[in-house]
T-cell receptor, first 114, second 109 residues
Framework: DGGITQSPKYLFRKEGQNVTLSCEQN?????MYWYRQDPGQGLRLIYY???????QKGDIAEGYSVSREKKESFPLTVTSAQKNPTAFYLC?????????????FGNGTRLTVT | RKEVEQDPGPFNVPEGATVAFNCTYS??????FFWYRQDCRKEPKLLMS???SGNEDGRFTAQLNRASQYISLLIRDSKLSDSATYLC??????????FGKGTHLIIQP
């Protein structure tokens, strides 16, 4: 079955360490996205990519970095520069070029930084 | 005005009742709209797209009012399993979708 996989499900890190969250999809989707969700908040866009080797900043990109070397993969690095990294991180994908294309989400990574 | 606004609730509704909630959006150029459902500590899942003429999927009906810039979701004959947070989502173009903060629905036995 096609889908989008995030790993790990839970991640714990010490403050000051960089950490990379994995996102892989086999839906053959061109577009991929990273969102962050905090308690009681809506999803906020961190980065997105419409095609391989290209990506754009979303609304809250500071302290994060991404790469898109393969169509299937869009890893997110949370750097030590991110002031409040503890959150629920959601990766999503969609068919690019279609304004009516909904997002398909992975099951998320819950990051805790202490 | 926020891009997408929803009443956070919670809406406490008895099982079997009909419940409806709205969502307003600020960008009049928005072209596509969706309702997602999110269970506690889980990822959002697409419930239904919202079409200009309105659309129905079983017990769920979605409506779009472009003139007043709102979309609505109506749930008939509510079930305990309908308890969740319902996210209003608006397409803002190439950089993806804008999500509302969600409306929390609790169906009571």
């Amino acid at each position: 079955d096609g889908g989008i996989t995030q790993s790990p499900k839970y991640l714990f890190r010490k403050e000051g360490q960089n950490v990379t969250l994995s996102c892989e999809q086999n839906l053959n989707h061109d577009a991929m996205y990273w969102y962050r969700q905090d308690p009681g908040q809506g999803l906020r866009l961190i980065y997105y990519s419409q095609i391989v080797n290209d990506f754009q900043k979303g609304d809250i990109a500071e302290g994060y970095s991404v790469s898109r070397e393969k169509k299937e993969s869009f890893p997110l690095t949370v750097t030590s520069a991110q002031k409040n990294p503890t959150a629920f991180y959601l990766c999503a994908s969609s068919r690019a070029g279609s304004r009516n294309s909904p997002l398909h989400f992975g099951n998320g990574t819950r990051l805790t930084v202490t | 005005r926020k891009e997408v606004e929803q009443d956070p609730g919670p809406f406490n509704v008895p099982e079997g009742a009909t419940v409806a909630f709205n969502c307003t959006y600020s960008n009049s150029a928005s072209q596509s709209f969706f309702w997602y459902r999110q269970d506690c500590r889980k990822e959002p899942k697409l419930l239904m797209s919202v079409y200009s003429s309105g659309n129905e999927d079983g017990r769920f009906t979605a409506q779009l009012n472009r003139a007043s810039q709102y979309i609505s979701l109506l749930i008939r004959d509510s079930k305990l399993s309908d308890s969740a947070t319902y996210l209003c989502v608006v397409n803002r173009g190439a950089d993806g979708l804008t999500f509302g903060k969600g409306t929390h629905l609790i169906i009571q036995p």
